[in-house]
């Protein structure tokens, strides 16, 4: 079993929607967790970063953590067909070597005009 | 793509051959590292840096070496080129104060014959 988990998708939502994106996770060391936008033939783009337990806004963007149920979630409000990409969930324990980050697969998100 | 050029973009070569890929930034960060991205597997770390000639190994360390000369330089050569080294090969940086936040390059394309 992977470490992290993520559905690979295809989502597809018509612009405006409400996205969901979540991703599972079996460490319970993982403390630091990241959403990474990753567009056709780019690199992965950082999009949000948080620390332990919460909620974290910015713009559009919601990240979520419960460490409790180990899931981590992004919300995207009022979808745009520009936020069509693969997100990647990403997490790192505290002072790991290497500050190795572990990913998930990637959730690929089709928006709709 | 935050300062950091790949080269080659894209390359093809036959099994056996010797291949160097070059990551280059201009941001002046600490820490450096070459991940690799495969379908089903997502990005898995290689080798990384932490400073110029201190580098260690990741968890697909196999058949890859690096060295780091300069800060801005980090090189990942393939002794040997398998078809199992066909992928998608991305190079990071993150700097001191905020390691765990990487920053991608574009990514070089690498077919192995």
């Known amino acids: 079993q992977k470490e992290v988990e993520q559905d690979p998708g295809p989502l597809s939502v018509p612009e405006g929607a409400i996205v969901s994106l979540n991703c599972t996770y079996s460490?319970?060391?993982?403390?630091?967790f990241m959403w990474y936008r990753q567009y056709s033939r780019k690199g992965p783009e950082l999009l949000m970063y948080?620390?332990?337990?919460g909620n974290k806004e910015d713009g559009r963007f919601t990240a979520q953590v419960d460490k409790s149920s180990k899931y981590i979630s992004l919300f995207i409000r009022d979808s745009q067909p520009s936020d069509s990409a693969t997100y990647l969930c990403a997490m790192s324990r505290v002072n790991n070597a290497g500050n190795m980050l572990t990913f998930g697969g990637g959730t690929r998100l089709m928006v709709k005009p | 793509d935050a300062g950091i050029t790949q080269s080659p973009r894209h390359k093809v070569t036959e099994t056996g051959t010797p291949v160097t890929l070059r990551c280059h930034q201009t941001?002046?960060?600490?820490?450096m590292y070459w991940y690799r991205q495969d379908p089903g597997h997502g990005l898995r770390l290689i080798h990384y840096?932490?400073?110029?000639?201190?580098?260690d190994k990741g968890e697909v360390s196999d058949g890859y070496s690096v060295s780091r000369s300069k800060t801005e330089d980090f090189l990942l050569t393939l002794e040997s080129a398998t078809s199992s080294q066909t992928s998608v090969y991305f190079c990071?940086?993150?700097?001191?104060?905020?390691?765990?936040?990487?920053?991608f390059g574009s990514g070089t394309q690498l077919s192995v014959l």
């Open positions: 460490n319970s060391a993982f403390q630091y």
């Open positions: 990071a940086i993150s700097e001191d104060r905020d390691k765990e936040k990487l920053f």
């Open positions: 840096s932490y400073g110029v000639k201190d580098t």
């Open positions: 941001e002046n960060h600490r820490y």
């Open positions: 948080t620390y332990s337990s």
